[in-house]
């Protein structure tokens, strides 16, 4: 082997170079903000290394993984999220007196195993970059050792997701006994319906569904968004899904594609039902963390609806939605960490009362990321969910979609109850601010691009097509 | 030689004995030794699998490997946690754990 050989991975190299860099700058710096900067130096230089790779043609890392346009899609959006996730988290390091080398090398490692999901054609891959990312996020959930309730999130993650993995794994196993491969290609030529093979695939499903949070395998996802710090719970909130969905599209949409009857009914299933359960649990939530985390779960439900219609337009869709939600649910977030108690962990609507009078550009922020979720034009997630409710209906799955605009429509209740709460309501005691200069970095940064992608939407579904095109030729 | 379906059989029997532990189970402990009965479970397919249909290639034995390598991290990682959730609340029992609900 060739240093040649590596540069189809070349990104994950720069990462993994970036976090042992600040572990080793930790030992021997006193001013730990400048860790932040190293990361975000890395993550920079990895976008670098991305975009050069994007323009070589296609290439694959001794069939392990594969640098296309899908993975160089996938790798940026991951990127970004890491960076806006680094910068989000280095006031409050600071605040709650958290080790920040720890943290920001964390992060990184998360990412790396984030971008080898998107790259990974091979099960072996696959397996390791789900476990690197997952290992790493359930020690960032449980990074706040003196609070109770983060270190009950870690554990309730750990468990239910080593569960989850050893599902998946059987699953894996099942699959190699079917078809007698373990790269996606081999799989692809080899699959049938045989009984083994379906088994296999199907708890595989089960630990997609793990990972990105689908109804009925979400019973973690409420409990860790709120316990876990908020900054953490905003990165694997966006992350996690996009990481866990981008390896789903490519092995179902592009390896089990030929044998899509066995798999759409159950996804299409999926779908509704997370959709529906994700925004009803939302309605009555008290917690702003908790009522996010239904949220995530409404929102993974209307991914599955582009996965389901299985068709180019549908998958070109869930990476776009991929995209705006990482932004939209990225702001959310930073604007509850700027409103957060020291050592709550948590903020409730109530203590929101009033933001629009104390704090005006705050509010507005908020604003427009509720707007966005809520799926109201012209905000990015508007064209999102008419992506993917078009693809729906082009996939004669109409039904699909007339349930994804009514739970879409009940969603509305409490994204702008959140609005109602800021301008409309009296504040009770006036809400005291966390804001830092780079946590209003993080957040400007994720209004434009809300604002961005709503006011240009082709350019962003134009990179998604072509990533698609990638995987269905 | 032991037909493959014996190899399958045990397999199924261990993932679901595990499968069993971990939903019957209070003590984080004790359900984290369900999860690892599982794993042994798929590296018994694993192996058994590959010394049947290709045993000229090693991909299912190396796939073992690696499972067995990641299930000691994330056993690491998880008794880390619960020393970790021990210190606070003085109990791993997931019963009392429950901070968090709603």
Known sequence: ?473 | MIPLSWYLAVAAILFVIGFYGVLSRRNAIAILMGIELMLNAVNLNLVAFWRYTQPDQVAGQVFAIIVITVAAAEAAVGLALFIALYRLRGTVHIDEIDLLRG
Request: hydrophobic share 60%.
């Open chain 1, 1 to 473: 082997m060739t240093l040649q050989d590596f540069m189809p991975i070349l990104p994950e190299m720069v990462l993994l170079a970036t976090a042992v860099a600040v572990l080793m700058v930790d030992t021997f710096l006193g001013d730990k903000r400048w860790l932040t900067w190293v990361g975000l130096v890395g993550v920079l230089l990895a976008g670098a290394a991305t975009y050069w790779l994007a323009l070589q043609p296609p290439a694959d890392f001794q069939d392990m993984a594969a640098s296309d346009a899908y993975t160089a899609f996938f790798r940026l959006v991951i990127l970004v999220v890491t960076g806006l996730g680094l910068l989000m988290a280095m006031n409050w390091l600071e605040a709650h007196g958290e080790q920040q080398g720890e943290y920001n090398a964390l992060l990184l490692l998360a990412a790396i195993g984030m971008t080898l999901m998107a790259a990974a054609t091979h099960m072996l891959t696959l397996f390791v970059a789900l476990e690197l990312f997952s290992l790493c996020l359930y020690i960032l959930a449980g990074f706040e050792r003196e609070r109770a309730s983060s270190g009950e999130a870690a554990l309730k993650y750990l468990l239910l997701g080593a569960f989850s993995s050893a599902l998946f794994l059987y699953g894996i196993a099942l699959v190699y006994a079917a078809t007698g491969a373990l790269t996606f290609a081999g799989i692809a030529q080899k699959a049938s319906l045989s009984p083994l093979f379906l088994a296999g695939v199907g708890l595989l499903i089960v630990g997609f569904g793990f990972k990105v949070a689908a109804v009925p395998f979400h019973m973690w996802t409420p409990d860790v968004y709120q316990g876990a710090p908020t900054p953490v719970t905003a990165y694997m909130s966006v992350a996690t899904k996009a990481a866990a969905f981008a390896a789903f599209v490519r092995l179902f949409v592009g390896t089990l594609g030929v044998e899509k009857s066995a798999w759409v009914p159950a996804l299409a299933a999926l779908a509704v039902l997370t959709m529906v359960v994700g925004n009803l649990a939302a309605l009555s939530q008290h917690s702003l963390k908790r009522m996010l985390a239904y949220s995530s779960i409404a929102h993974a439900g209307y991914v599955l609806v582009g996965l389901a219609a299985a068709n180019t337009t549908g998958t070109a869709a869930v990476l776009f939605y991929l995209l705006v939600y990482a932004f939209m649910n990225l702001g959310a977030f930073a604007v509850v960490i700027a409103l957060e108690r020291q050592g709550e962990g948590d903020v409730t609507l109530s203590q929101m009362r009033g933001l629009a009078r104390t704090h005006p550009l705050l509010a507005a922020a908020m604003a427009i990321f509720m707007f966005s979720l809520t799926g109201v034009p012209p905000f990015a997630g508007f064209f999102g969910k008419l992506y993917l409710f078009q693809a729906a209906v082009q996939a004669n799955l109409t039904w699909l979609a007339v349930i994804g605009v009514i739970s879409s429509a009940v969603s509305a209740y409490y994204y702008l109850n959140v609005l109602v709460q800021i301008y409309m309501a009296d504040p009770e005691t006036p809400p005291t601010l966390a804001w830092r200069p780079v946590l209003g970095l993080a957040t400007l940064v994720a209004v434009v691009f809300v604002v961005g992608i709503g006011l240009f939407p082709d350019f962003w579904l134009q990179l998604a097509l072509g990533g698609m095109r990638v995987i269905l030729g």
